[in-house]
């Protein structure tokens, strides 16, 4: 049985392309262990961020002028960070799943916190701080006006409950 060269690199090049194509289908459709530790750093960091800055506008004496001015950058944190409050990956997960029920009220509470109140008052504090320029987050839309997710996503804050939703039973 004899092969010829051009049969033998014509399944090789067919074995290359499947192999490629398996690889490529199944390392992106699942984040990597790295990925999804890093997202979880992200999102532990974002979540001590607020914790912090919550208890320090509890407190009068601590609460001092930049405060605000953090509190906003942690919102604009949580809005780009909202995709990982309904992730969970398995076994580096949370025990208990954050989810977007959470995110509302974390980003109410913020809001509540900075006397942030309407919208309109949200662009208003956008505009003066600069943080939505493209260099910084780009949260506007070509046409001026804030991003329709944004939009979305402030005002599903302002109708988030006072309080802080109960643990879903994993039951």
Known sequence: MRFRLSTLLLTTACIALAIGWYVDRYTHRVPSYEERLADHARLAGTLADVSRLHQFSDHPQGYISRVPDMLFVVFIDLFRNRELFSRTYGPIGNSRQID???LHWLGNETLRRI?????SE???ELTASGLGAPQYYDLYAADGSLKPELATFVSECFEAPEALPSPKDDG
Do not use: K, R
């Open 100 to 102: 977007d029920a959470t």
């Open 122 to 124: 949200f662009e208003t």
């Open 115 to 119: 006397d942030i109140t309407t919208l």
